[in-house]
């Protein structure tokens, strides 16, 4: 409850500040097309949030990779964005940003071989490669956003388990949630073992954790490819994140 309560208070002091560069946040806004398209409220809750991130995440370059106010704005406004009407608690218990200049092998080499775009550790940092933060901004509609990504996955480990469950509102439930979920991620892997071109990214059949964060950024970026493949889903995202990219 201390912890708690500290927390709000430091926020407070910290949105009463108002530390911000401003011309680096509406670049990075101008630069995601689903926070480009926010009215004028939405984009100062997004700002408020954004102030806060900043404050309490620590960006690190790796591999020689140099952090500037464009590479922590724009992780910042994508991260931010998922939390818009969650809140920024949805990120408590880890500090840590890193960013790599291009795709990287983890350091534990948990998958030998492998190159990744980023990766998400439960209770832990963020790991992101730069070049394809960039590439996947850049194009707003092509569902490829490994911020998006990787954030969402964020949200999904909150309640300790990346399991494609993040934890829920009150007011949705989580047998709904389970269900339509575990159908359309079935749906989906029949899809790829019978070799059937689909909207969504294969790679969201590899288990319900990708599932829930590869459905993520495909909702941010081209949300009618989401609602035409799986309806169901659709409405839930919707009601989960408390916005509609297609309204």
Not at 10 to 18: D, E, I, V
Not at 46 to 60: N, P, S, W, Y
Not at 70 to 92: F, S, T
Not at 202 to 208: D, K, L, M, R
Request: one cysteine or more; proline letters at 4%; charged letters at 30%.
């Amino acid at each position: 409850m201390l912890l708690t309560w500290w927390r709000r208070w430091r926020r407070k002091r910290l949105l009463q500040s108002g530390k911000l560069d401003d011309a680096a946040f509406v670049a990075a806004v101008e630069g995601v097309r689903a926070a480009r398209a926010l009215d004028a409220a939405s984009r100062r809750r997004l700002r408020e949030l954004v102030i806060v991130f900043l404050a309490e995440k620590e960006i690190t370059g790796m591999g020689g990779f140099s952090v500037d106010d464009r590479v922590c704005y724009l992780i910042a406004v994508q991260a931010c964005l998922l939390v818009l009407e969650l809140g920024i608690e949805c990120y408590d218990g880890w500090t840590s940003v890193y960013v790599y200049p291009g795709s990287f092998r983890e350091a534990d080499g948990e998958a030998e071989g492998g190159v990744f775009a980023g990766v998400a550790m439960q209770g832990g940092a963020v790991a992101l490669s730069w070049t394809d933060a960039v590439d996947g901004a850049a194009d707003g509609r092509d569902g490829f956003n490994p911020v998006l990504h990787e954030f969402a996955h964020k949200l999904d480990m909150a309640d300790g388990a990346a399991n494609g469950v993040p934890p829920l509102p009150d007011d949705m439930d989580p047998a709904e949630w389970g269900r339509e979920f575990a159908d359309a991620f079935a749906e989906l892997g029949k899809d790829v073992d019978d070799g059937r071109r689909t909207r969504i990214d294969p790679y969201g059949a590899t288990n319900p954790a990708e599932f829930f964060a590869v459905l993520s950024e495909t909702f941010f970026e081209k949300p009618q490819a989401v609602r035409k493949e799986m309806p169901a889903v659709h409405e839930l995202l919707v009601r989960y994140y408390r916005q509609d990219p297609m309204a």
